[in-house]
């Protein structure tokens, strides 16, 4: 299991499960006590954006967009403009790009969101395979089955 003075670093689909208190955020409550960690959880402030995105885009209620909000405030949003991970996210689109055989171009978001993670030695909880090959000479991901929230084998 994770350390509890461990640093996770969300993923954007991780704080969408969040939001929609189902049963995926139940099980990553059980396992990982998201809400109540003694260090907090970390985002990018990249998630922030596309968190706020999806309400307009989605046209989120009242309600969600209250949940969302109270669930941000929690969060400790970290800034993508630190030398650290300007740095991290240079190299990780290039090792994606060049180095990589064949390729692994990724979507500009998750490479800063990925930056972020590598900048500050934190675990990256997702629920996608968009940072698999970055595991773990970038990165150590936690992955997530997106349909029932338990942690998924991580084979490399």
Request: aromatic share 8%.
């Amino acid at each position: 299991m994770i350390p509890e003075n461990a640093f996770i670093l969300l993923d954007t689909n991780i704080i969408l499960q969040l939001i929609r208190k189902n049963i995926v955020s139940e099980q990553l409550e059980s396992d990982y006590k998201l809400i109540s960690r003694p260090n907090g959880n970390l985002i990018s402030y990249v998630t922030v954006g596309e968190i706020y995105a999806l309400s307009l885009k989605f046209d989120w209620g009242k309600q969600k967009i209250a949940t969302m909000n109270e669930l941000l405030d929690a969060m400790v949003i970290i800034e993508i403009s630190e030398p650290d991970v300007v740095d991290n996210y240079a190299r990780i689109n290039y090792f994606s790009e060049k180095i990589m055989k064949p390729a692994r171009p990724m979507g500009q978001n998750d490479i800063w969101i990925a930056a972020t993670a590598a900048s500050l030695g934190a675990l990256l909880m997702t629920t996608d395979d968009d940072f698999k090959h970055l595991h773990p000479k970038y990165i150590k991901i936690i992955a997530i089955d997106a349909n029932t929230g338990e942690t998924k084998a991580h084979r490399r």
